[in-house]
């Protein structure tokens, strides 16, 4: 069974809503390729210029970030049905940066893995290991348990239409790519916890993306691999490199 391959840009906290419109102008004829899922991952204040200055294109949109209640008390947060109703169909979470610098846990994200199935968003379940993890060799470990946290209680119906994205954190914004044989894989591994949790039919199914340092001159080779099915891009999604990587 054939996986759609999907690409998707992780903008960060890099374009103002006036530079975003302006950046999926430029993006517009480069990523028109309808044999790939593409997706901008956008802050939420560029969500509705976005969704806006993408429709007729190929392009869907997806947030960096939601909170697990529907409304209520929550200063500043941005809830499912807020994403929803402004037109988002996918949600990154769990990306080391929110892991890091805002505390988020396996046990809160598994939370919001739910939640965001629960809504209807499609989630973006990012992993990956630190450098120390990995010069002590103890990285195939901690991904199985981070996805094995992160699923608790997902079905194996929401496994398959979601997206999974490996991104070693010494590769994220380093330049510093993991080798397509690194990067196959924990990619593959990730494929056979799956299946070891679900079953082959579900692990098959399931899209597997590598983001970390990923450009126009690395996307084919780590592409060509068979466990890998995207990318999730940073750097490079707000260039017009982002294109060269779709038609990869
Ligand atoms: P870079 O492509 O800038 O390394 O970022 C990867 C990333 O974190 C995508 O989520």
């Known amino acids: 069974m054939a996986r759609r391959r999907i690409i998707a840009g992780n903008w960060k906290m890099n374009m103002t809503p006036t530079e975003a419109k302006a950046l999926v102008e430029t993006l517009k ?3 028109n390729n309808p044999d790939v899922d593409v997706v901008y991952c956008v802050p939420a204040i560029d969500i509705v210029p976005v969704v806006e200055a993408v429709k007729g294109t190929n392009v869907e949109v997806g947030a ?9 008390a929550f200063t500043g947060e941005i809830s499912a049905p807020m994403l929803l109703d402004a037109g988002v169909k996918y949600v990154i979470i769990g ?10 846990t396996d046990e809160f994200l598994n939370k ?9 968003l499609t989630p973006i379940l990012c992993c990956g290991e630190s450098l120390e993890l990995r010069e002590r060799n103890a990285y195939k470990e901690w991904i199985g348990l981070q996805i094995k946290a992160d699923l608790e209680g997902v079905t194996a ?18 330049g510093k790519t993991a080798t397509a044989d690194q990067a196959q894989e924990v990619c593959a591994l990730i494929r056979n916890t799956i299946a070891e949790m679900y079953d082959t039919d579900t692990a098959e199914a399931v899209r597997i993306q590598y983001g970390g340092s990923m450009n126009a001159g690395n996307a084919a080779e780590l592409l060509s691999k068979p466990d890998i099915d995207g990318g999730l891009i940073g750097g490079a999604a707000l260039k017009p490199d982002f294109g060269q990587i779709v038609n990869a």
């Open 95 to 104: 990306h080391s940066e929110r892991r890091e610098y805002f505390g988020e």
């Open 157 to 174: 119906d929401q496994v398959k239409s979601m997206v999974i994205a490996y991104e070693p954190i010494w590769a994220i914004g380093t």
């Open 64 to 72: 960096e970030n939601f909170y697990i209640e529907d409304k209520g």
């Open 112 to 120: 919001k893995v739910l939640k965001a199935f629960a809504s209807g």
């Open 29 to 31: 004829p480069l990523v």
